[in-house]
């Protein structure tokens, strides 16, 4: 689990990452909201802790910018105390919760862990992911880092295989199989023209991921 902090107080930046590898997640830390937006929008976070007043962008602009973009990455804010209209603007924006400071270590967690809990019932509903990469199984779309292409009917089966055997290898046998059916005449430059396509796919949505074709064998997905 990977964990983004978006603090300026760099002392309780430190704290939190501290708290957070304790306790097995990987954290990094944006010490101004610029930084802190380039990292939101990667999409490779697992949480968002953001707090609101920070330097060159607010927490808020950024949590607005994400959302426009659809990067859905689950985000808690860090309120002042009993600053109800932050709590209110963060939750209307579309912060999935939010902490005021100061807040003990036993509550982070356990928000933090029912928020990456709820996001990841939601993603296995209608979504199949691999590292930045994740395909929506309602709408066909390819989405990487809020941008999106569509797939079209083959290669969102493909893809969608692909993605349920991530960096395990595929034969090619079990992918003709799953995507044209057992007695089909299906020929293997079938697959390799649909990869292909794919592949330029991946490439429009700078996307970390890319199919790896092993000789003789099949395909496999690597994450840069
Ligand atoms: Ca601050």
Redesign the pocket.
Known sequence: MRILIV???QR?AEALAQILSKNKYTADISLDGESGLDNALSGIYDAIIL?????KLS?FEILRTMRAERVTTPVMM?TAKDDISDKVTGLDLGADDYLTKPFSTEELLARLRALIRRKSDAVCENTLSFSDLSLNLDTFELICKGKSVKLGLKEFDIMKILLSYGSRVLSKEILIEKVWGYDSEAEYNNVEVYISFLRKKLMHLKSGVSIKTIRGVGYSLEAQ
């Open positions: 603090e300026d107080e309780l707090d609101v007043m920070l330097p927490g860090l």
